[in-house]
Structure formats: structure tokens, C-alpha cells
């Protein structure tokens, strides 16, 4: 079946600008996460959402950075007015409800702020 | 705070011989751990998860141990090949399932 997909696979924006990133988790899973990962660098937790219930946004790093999932399936994230700094490749995951534990990494969004 | 540590240097290392890469935290005490590969301009991959009820974990030429008195973990290739060349991160759960990772391993096989 098909795998957690993400677009754009490379946006580069001018500092200021808004940018959105869209992920399509695996059908049926009911977890989805988003990471940030610098060049050389871990994984950074953003943004998880499990099923209705409220995300946990602990990760994000400013009020810059949202996100959402609408009906419980495809994930929007968006970074207002980016900076230099947010320039990095951004993951998403998804997990299903029967195999909790184990995340589905999309190929990611590489993200270039000018 | 709590940490997690991955030697940054790659490890490079001879086709054949078993690679050992190391996974040590602080301040952490996970109900699990997990062990991911990730290729460049790719998003890591799931390979083994060890409970912390578990010494050790086997699949195919992996082996994983997870000490949580040392709070370590250590990730072997038996028998490697250039096709194992990649970063590997260590992820420790917290808080559910969530996850916290590691920044990697690097791994060159040479033929």
C-alpha cells in the first residue's frame, strides 16, 4: 500500500513569507507527527495528533508554527513569516492505533528560507 | 535535562566485520527504544524496538541490547555490507508514544 506522502519535496521562500507543508499519513493510521530535522542533526518533535483529541504542540517553537489535520487524515503545517533559521527538512509520521508504537517516516519537505 | 548521545563521527568499518554503534541517555526513563535507518534525502525507516523489560533483541543480522542500569543501548550489524551504509538514530519513547531522537550514527561499510 502506499507510504506517507509529503509535498513540496523542496520549497524555497523568502524570509517573511508564509509557507505551507501538507502530509497524507498511511489510510487508516490514527497518529500523526511532525518532526523538523537540521542538516546533520536528530529529529526535532514539533506536533503529534492522535485520532479527536487535541494536539499536543509541547514541540512547536514559536507561535510562528501551527498546524492541523482535518478529518482526521491529511495534516497541514504552517510557518508564518519564516526566518533564516527554520530552514530544515520537515518529517511526518504516522502510526495506526494497532501498531502504536511503530512510525511511518514521509520523505520529507526540504525547506530553504532566504 | 534529559539527553540523548550518538557518536557523531562516522564509523567506518570493513564489509564483513559487525558494526556496534551506541546509544546512551540521561535522565530518561523509556518504556521502550527504537532503532530507525534513514538514507540521505530519505525519512528514517523503523527497524527494532526493545522493551526496557528486554535485554536483547534479534532480527535478521540486528541485535539490539538495551542496559537501562547503564541506560544504554548498543545496535549490531553482524556480517555487514556497503548496502548497510546510513545514519542510524536511536529514539527513546516518552510520554506515551512519543518519541525523542537521538542525532544519529553515521555508518560506511567498505568493500
Known amino acids: 500500500g502506499a507510504g506517507v506522502s509529503q509535498s513540496p519535496s523542496n520549497k524555497v521562500t523568502e524570509k517573511g513569507k508564509d509557507v505551507e507543508l501538507r502530509c497524507d499519513p498511511i489510510s487508516g493510521h490514527t497518529a500523526l507527527y511532525w518532526y523538523r530535522q537540521s542538516l546533520g542533526q536528530g529529529l526535532e518533535f514539533l506536533i503529534y495528533f492522535q485520532g479527536n483529541s487535541a494536539p499536543d504542540k509541547s514541540g512547536l517553537p514559536s507561535d510562528r508554527f501551527s498546524a492541523e489535520r482535518t478529518g482526521g487524515s491529511v495534516s497541514t503545517l504552517t510557518i508564518q513569516r519564516t526566518q533564516q533559521e527554520d530552514s530544515a527538512v520537515y518529517l511526518c509520521?504516522?502510526?495506526?492505533?494497532?501498531?502504536?508504537?511503530?512510525?511511518?517516516f514521509g520523505p520529507g519537505t526540504r525547506l530553504l528560507v532566504l | 535535562s534529559q539527553k540523548i548521545e550518538q557518536n557523531s563521527e562516522a564509523l567506518n568499518i570493513q564489509e564483513g566485520k559487525t558494526a556496534t554503534l551506541t546509544c546512551n541517555y540521561t535522565n530518561y526513563s523509556p518504556a521502550y527504544l527504537q532503532w530507525y535507518r534513514q538514507d540521505p534525502g530519505r525519512g528514517p525507516v523503523f527497524l527494532l524496538l526493545i522493551r526496557e523489560n528486554e535485554k536483547e533483541k534479534r532480527k535478521e543480522r540486528l541485535k539490539v541490547t538495551f542496559d537501562t542500569t547503564l541506560k544504554q543501548s548498543l545496535f549490531h550489524i553482524t556480517a555487514s555490507q556497503p548496502a548497510d551504509s546510513a545514519t542510524y538514530l536511536c529514539?527513546?519513547?516518552?510520554?506515551?508514544?512519543?518519541?525523542?531522537f537521538g542525532g544519529g550514527t553515521r555508518l560506511m561499510v567498505k568493500p
Open positions: 509520521a504516522s502510526s495506526s492505533r494497532q501498531e502504536q508504537e511503530t512510525q511511518y
Open positions: 529514539a527513546l519513547e516518552f510520554a506515551g508514544n512519543m518519541l525523542t
